[in-house]
């Protein structure tokens, strides 16, 4: 049995009561944090809590080498973790659908994620967001600026007045993460600075910060740890603009009129 | 202290582990479950596995008498737990908002939901999913068929090459929840029978099923208990294509080309 959990969003608590269960009953217990990480724990103390070895693997460990994972859950119980919910990645996808073709059962334990979280702690309404897109540090996707189709994703949606959750780069492996200030700052340049924008920092934390004001002015605030993300709203009912003020400081002018 | 607790998806065993502390160590729990309920248990026995009064409250009871629920949180520590995650209906950030009108503190702990569960069971990357949209029972909309909204929803995301989630009607008051097949068929008769569908019933619980066939075959399934809903595929990916033949069963000659 192949048990892929979603570690939820922020510690060792984020997980379910049934994910919890499953991972401390499991004989092996793999991990990738390469997709995203908890930035409330380690994983020795992850480890030390639940009470069992995490064998945590790279990126190539889980395309290139998926072998030992798969042995171990055909010969047991195995559990693959990943922060958030499971099978954000195709690499997750992937590695089931190598388990199902050999036979092996699984199961899915879902995890909190980003995505909800954007829409639960903004207020904005969560069948108002249109597709997600991701913001890319310049570097690496080897222009400067912004992708073109990250800003034809944000103008897409805008003209159908939906949100855009906009999730900011991870390179784990150079311990970097895209502040919503920085994320703010390349869409104000290279987009729309007029836009309002919100960010959401911590989501899952004990201290969650949301911030909403244009993208401009976004760009100039100092929003404290990571895990950040962006929200480009679309068109405001009349409650989405009261929690933006309420819930995100707001300013009343900068807010387009509600629909 | 207002603190919105998502269920997650299923049963006792669904809610994450801080959720769960923090729903006992409340002096009073209310929960409303209008929007949508756990299909793996009762509130019966959600209280006795918690040991904790669940005082349920109807939609009026929100809506038109937060007063015993915020006098609640400004004297003590209130839970208020809704099933998947919390903040889904307007009537929780409006609750929200009136408790940081009287500068009672708020705290909101995540669930995972249907959203999630919708693309990490089927194998769709989330990111490539556009908006989503709610079919409505046709004596709920007050016509026959398929509101002009729901096509158009999924005609655009269609043309964009987006899958579409899309939430089946629960008339909780009536114990009536839309299944998968009853929508599909609604979707085949009134918009397209030949598009792909899939099917995803009972998610977060122990034995989800995932179907996918063109909507028209879909509407001839029986595919169980509740609670179900529905994803119309856009363009697929490779690897998405071979999650649905594989874990959901999908005809090969009914899938669009790769792209």
Chains 1, 2 share one sequence.
Not at 50 to 75: M, N, S, T
Not at 78 to 102: K, Q, W
Request: proline share 5%.
């Amino acid at each position: 049995m192949l048990t892929f959990v979603g570690l939820g969003l922020y510690d060792e608590s984020s997980i379910t009561v049934e994910g919890r269960d499953a991972l401390r009953a499991a004989d092996r217990v793999f991990a990738e944090f390469y997709t995203s990480r908890l930035a409330g724990t380690t994983v020795d103390d992850l480890a030390a809590h639940h009470g069992v070895d995490i064998e945590v693997r790279d990126r190539a460990g889980v395309e290139r080498d998926p072998e030992p994972i798969l042995r171990a859950a055909a010969e047991g119980d195995a559990a693959f973790l990943t922060a958030g919910d499971t099978m954000i990645s195709t690499t997750h996808v992937d590695l089931r659908l190598r388990a199902a073709e050999r036979e092996i059962e699984t199961r899915v334990l879902h995890g909190t994620t980003a995505e909800t979280a954007a829409a639960s702690l903004t207020g904005l309404q969560n069948y108002r967001f249109g597709k997600a897109t991701t913001l890319p540090f310049p570097y690496a996707h080897g222009a400067e600026g912004v992708p073109g189709s990250v800003r034809e994703t944000l103008t897409a949606n805008r003209e159908r007045g939906l949100h855009t959750l906009v999730y900011l780069d991870i390179k784990q492996e150079r311990g970097e993460y895209m502040t919503a200030d920085r994320g703010a700052d390349l869409l104000a340049t290279h987009w729309d600075g007029a836009a309002l924008g919100v960010a959401v920092c911590r989501a899952g934390s004990p201290d969650p910060l949301v911030a909403a004001d244009r993208l401009d002015a976004l760009a100039d605030r100092a929003l404290g740890d990571p895990l950040h993300l962006l929200v480009v709203p679309g068109d405001l009912h009349a409650l989405e603009a009261d929690a933006l003020v309420e819930l995100g400081g707001a300013p009343e002018e900068v807010l387009p009129d509600p629909v």
